[in-house]
């Protein structure tokens, strides 16, 4: 959809200077979501459940089932449209398109951080979706119908973040169990918070000794955790993450990358006219597998 009165070497600057930006920026979502690329208008995203533990051999095959987790995946179409004068064109034919095209790049990369830490601080509700079990994502009775072990879990706190509070929350992640009722083994190594809590967060992830205590006593969380904040969260919101396991807790469906979609040239408009550059892609953000993250406060 390029059109014809658009001179080649600006589409081609316009594509280059949009994939520099995008290959260049590194953003925090990256650590609490994984992406999923469609191939189709949707998908659903099937796991199979825990493999079955060791049983005792006792000479003929004992068959233990599997139970399905679904959820269906779509996508939401978004677009940056950006234009320059000929005028300034003619002025300065790099620069300035240079600028806006890098800017439209790197403002895909910024919105996909934004939706994702939007998502994770709405999981206490159903705003955004729900989990594949039916609860919210951040519940306190959740459980896997039909499975061998069906005894609800909670990945829900309201707890003002601090090194005792931090301790009570770890604890619980590390009690989740799977479908089988064998503990998950998860390692919740990331602490997610508003920047207002990072004087906490570095203290508690950093610190050797107990920051909020006057007997020096030994920080066990000090260097195996790390942290993170964004802006997008509530003030008082704040997870732990296990954020290098093979999944991450929220899927971004990406039907589309971002890309170059159209250009031409109305010469109707001020300075000698316009050219116009739309990009567009097609993402949304999704719950994953709850037990990957566990809310200490919304």
């Not at 005894?151 to 973040?161: G, I, P």
């Not at 503990?183 to 906490?200: A, F, K, Q, S």
Request: overall charge negative; hydrophobic content about 30%.
């Amino acid at each position: 959809m390029i059109g014809g009165n658009v001179p080649k070497h600006l589409v081609s600057g316009a594509r280059t200077g949009f994939l520099t930006a995008v290959s260049e920026v590194s953003m925090p979502w990256q650590r609490v979501a994984m992406t999923f690329n469609m191939t189709e208008r949707s998908h659903d995203l099937v796991d199979l459940g825990a493999a079955p533990m060791p049983v005792e051999d006792k000479g003929g095959p004992q068959l233990q089932d599997w139970i399905e987790k679904t959820i269906e995946v779509t996508s939401t179409p978004w677009e940056i449209t950006v234009w320059i004068s000929r005028y300034a064109m003619d002025d300065d034919q790099t620069g300035q398109l240079e600028s806006k095209v890098r800017g439209a790049g790197m403002n895909f990369q910024k919105h996909l951080n934004k939706r994702v830490f939007t998502v994770l601080n709405g999981g206490d509700g159903s705003t955004y979706g729900e989990c594949y079990d039916g609860s919210d994502f951040f519940d306190d009775d959740h459980s896997d119908e039909g499975a061998e072990y069906t005894t609800s879990q909670d990945n829900e706190n309201a707890l003002t973040l601090s090194l005792d509070n931090f301790e009570t929350v770890y604890v619980a992640s590390q009690g989740f169990k799977d479908d089988r009722g064998e503990y998950v083994g998860y390692n919740h190594d990331l602490l997610v918070c508003h920047p207002t809590n990072e004087r906490i967060a570095a203290n508690i992830t950093g610190n050797e000794w107990s920051y909020d205590g006057g007997n020096r006593e030994r920080n066990p969380y000090e260097g195996k955790f790390g942290y993170i904040t964004s802006p997008h969260l509530d003030t008082t919101a704040w997870y732990l993450v296990a954020s290098s396991e093979s999944v991450k807790p929220l899927v971004v469906a990406m039907r589309q990358q971002p890309k170059l979609l159209a250009s031409w040239y109305d010469p109707e408009q001020p300075q000698g006219g316009r050219y116009y550059f739309k990009w567009g892609a097609r993402y949304r953000v999704y719950y994953g597998y709850w037990p990957l993250a566990i809310q200490g406060n919304t």
